[in-house]
C-alpha cells in the first residue's frame, strides 16, 4: 500500500513537471495552456488554499485539488505531446533542485503580502 501510494505521488510530481513543460509548447492548445500553468502554479507553491498546519484537511488539498487538476489538464493536451513531455519530466527528475527560484518565489509572495498589508493600512487609516 505504502508503495502504491509512494509511486502515485511520484507520477503526480512527474505530471506537474510535464504539465509545465507542455505549457510552453506550441502545440498545447491555449486553454490548456492557460489551466496547465494555473495547476503547475499552485502545485509547485508554496503557498495553499488550506494551510498544511490544519490537522487533516491541510493536505486535503494537495492529495484531492493537485491530482484532479492534473487529471482535467492532461485529458485536454494531445497524447503525443504529453508523452515527449512526460518522458522529459521524468529525465529531470536527476536534475539538481534550484534553491535560488524558491527563494525568488518565496519572496514574490511576501513583497505580494506585505504590498497587501501596506495598500490595506493606508486605505483604513487614512
Known sequence: M???L???ARA???DVHALYLAA????TPWYAKALAVCVAGYALSPI???PDFIPLVGYLDD???VPLGVLAVVKMIPPEVMAEHREAAALAVDRPVSRSAAVMIACIWAA???LAGWLAYRY???
Open 112 to 114: 505580494s503580502v506585505a
Open 63 to 65: 492529495a484531492i485539488l
Open 12 to 14: 503526480i510530481k512527474r
Open 48 to 50: 495553499d488554499l488550506i
Open 6 to 8: 509512494r509511486e502515485w
Open 124 to 126: 483604513f487609516a487614512g
Open 2 to 4: 505504502a508503495t502504491a
Open 24 to 27: 510552453r509548447d506550441p502545440r
